[in-house]
């Protein structure tokens, strides 16, 4: 018996098995028979050489690649280059849950990226800066659709069609409902700018005027405030650049007058704009 257990063990270890000790039983002396576990192989057995391959179900078709396992993945709809007014709405609601300050600009930039990002960790998805299919639905449903001047906070909106009274002569055609300045001569445009109009208390006049004096450094006497570039055409209402539309964009307003927010733009207009040029404020 004793030699048949040692030669049965030097089998087992030959073979990679796995032998159970002995043990008594509850009567007392008799032991228990041996056990011996082969392992389950851990590789493959070999192909048959002449067997056709059969692919397995799960894996990917030549020439594909497989798909992405993460659940919050989906389809890209804008990413960093992208321009539009797809783009200029993810902009607007990522300002509405104060993820981006600047804008809305309609241009997919670093900014915008980087709010993307933010946004997406905050909630658990794929921090990738790309706006797809998941994280514009999550975003939707925490926003809500935004107006035109929540789209258009630091201008860049269209011009809608210049009234009548602009299409002769040397004009300054100032729509309030697309908030532009087109300088026209004979009927055709030849800059578009935005700008913004007094506050309630204090309204932008309409009407058709005349450009009376032109002041580069203007500083108001009423105000005390620096009007550059000022082009006066009713009473002490006048076109000037404005730095605080420039960095806070539509959230304010004038005193009356028309603002610039483009210095570049309202420096080129004081030098084209003579004295004696038409003015139109309209609706």
């Not at 799960?58 to 960093?80: E, I």
């Not at 960095?247 to 420096?267: K, L, M, Q, T």
Request: charged residues 20%; proline residues 7%.
């Amino acid at each position: 018996m004793g030699r048949g257990f040692a030669a049965l063990l030097v089998l087992a270890m030959a073979c990679g098995c796995t032998v159970q000790g002995s043990g008594e039983d509850g009567d007392g002396g008799r032991h228990l028979p041996v056990r011996i576990e082969v392992p389950k192989r851990s590789t493959p057995p070999a192909r048959d050489p002449g067997a056709e391959a059969t692919p397995s179900a799960q894996d990917p078709k030549p020439g594909t690649t497989p798909p992405s396992t993460s659940a919050a993945s989906g389809p890209v709809l804008w990413s960093r280059g992208d321009t539009g007014p797809g783009v200029r709405e993810l902009q607007a609601r990522l300002r509405q849950v104060a993820w981006l300050y600047d804008g809305p600009t309609g241009s997919y930039d670093d900014l915008t990226e980087r709010a993307v990002k933010g946004f997406q960790g905050k909630r658990g998805l794929p921090r990738t800066g790309r706006t797809d299919t998941v994280t514009w639905k999550r975003l939707k449903a925490m926003t809500h659709e935004p107006g035109k001047w929540e789209l258009y906070l630091m201008g860049g909106q269209p011009a809608d069609a210049p009234d009548p009274r602009c299409l002769t002569g040397r004009v300054l055609c100032i729509s309030k409902t697309s908030r532009t300045l087109r300088w026209m001569i004979d009927g055709r445009t030849l800059t578009t700018v935005s700008v913004r109009f007094g506050s309630v208390g204090t309204p932008t006049r309409e009407g058709v005027f005349r450009v009376y004096w032109k002041s580069r450094h203007h500083v108001s006497t009423l105000y005390d405030s620096p009007m550059p570039y000022a082009m006066f055409f009713s009473g002490g209402q006048a076109v000037h650049y404005s730095a605080d539309f420039a960095a806070h964009g539509y959230a304010g307003g004038s005193h009356g007058c028309v603002n610039v927010r483009d210095e570049g733009a309202i420096a080129s207009l004081f030098a084209q704009v003579r004295n004696g040029d038409k003015v139109v404020v309209y609706w």
